[in-house]
């Protein structure tokens, strides 16, 4: 190394301290004048990387996710329903509308929305026409995203007059004076083949809906505890304070009827517990 590359790194720590204690000027005794020191240079620092993390995209799920909160009037037929449905786009391309089942509202006087709401945002922008509810998207719904509906709704049941099947189609959904049954009785959306929203109009024989798979939670109380009848439902129930908490995973759709004359029949089968009701 040559004499002057070694005086001038042995000047760094020389300069490093002349920099520090001049960085405060000590009051001038009486009778001198102060004198202000020469401006120093300072010597930058090496830049130093940064690197800020990517936030990693969570995936969509497989299936949408059906949340509701429903309270049953057993005597007065009436059914009250805050839904919330994480709906996921596993259609391959972007949306700018959805296409919902509510097929209560084939029923005169049966359904009532109250509210609707895309990503906490109320929306009027839909049109409800018989079965099928559309709902205009302010922005693109892309895919392997999750888009949340929340709907809030009233059901006046109709009631199930059982007439001759050979001349009517046979009515569930409904009550009956013995009991009440609630059977694609929720807005839900519908499969997107091929960019077409499937919902076919009902006809007199057989199922018109098709269903995706679909993960269900379904909390149910009943406005008079007290006489609240015996459930029947497709999901798993869990007694909670108020309530009861159904939950059904991978499932076409979700059912349940009610009765206060139901009589429940339980057997293990290898494990599984089945449940059978029925009136005496």
């Known amino acids: 190394m040559s004499d002057k ?4 790194r042995n000047a760094i720590p020389l300069l490093f301290l002349l920099i520090t204690s001049c960085s405060s000027t000590p009051a001038a005794p009486t009778g001198t004048v102060a004198v202000s020191p020469a401006p120093t240079s300072t010597i930058a ?26 309270t049953i009037d057993y005597d ?19 949306l700018n509308a959805l296409v919902l089942a509510v097929e209560p509202n084939l029923w005169p006087d049966c359904f009532t929305l109250n509210g609707l709401s895309i990503d906490g945002v109320p929306t009027t922008a839909y049109s409800l026409d018989g079965q099928r509810l559309d709902i205009a998207l302010s922005s693109f719904f892309m895919p392997e995203t999750v888009l949340t509906i929340e709907i809030q709704y009233t059901l006046s049941l109709p009631f199930a007059e059982q007439e001759d099947p050979n001349v009517s189609r046979p009515r569930i959904f409904g009550y009956t004076r013995r ?16 960019g077409e929203w499937v919902l076919h109009e009902p ?12 993960d ?40 349940l009827a009610a009765s206060r004359e139901f ?11 089945v449940s059978s009701y029925y009136f005496p």
């Open 216 to 255: 269900y939670e379904v909390n149910v109380k009943f406005t008079d505890p007290a006489t609240a009848p015996v459930v029947a439902s497709s999901g798993f129930p869990e007694s909670q304070a108020d309530f009861t908490r159904y939950t059904l995973t991978a499932a076409r759709t979700f059912a």
């Open 45 to 70: 620092p090496d830049p130093v990387s940064t690197f800020t993390p990517t936030a990693t995209a969570v995936p969509a799920p497989a299936r949408a996710f059906y949340t509701m909160d429903v």
């Open 5 to 8: 590359a070694v005086r001038f």
């Open 203 to 214: 006809w007199f024989y057989g199922e018109h809906l098709v269903y995706e798979a679909a």
């Open 76 to 94: 007065a037929h009436t059914v009250a329903v805050d839904q919330t449905i994480r709906n996921p786009n596993h259609t391959g391309g972007q």
């Open 179 to 194: 009991q009440l049954n609630l059977t694609n009785w929720y807005p839900f959306v519908v499969p997107n083949l091929n």
């Open 263 to 273: 009589q429940v029949s339980t057997l293990d089968a290898g494990g599984v517990i």
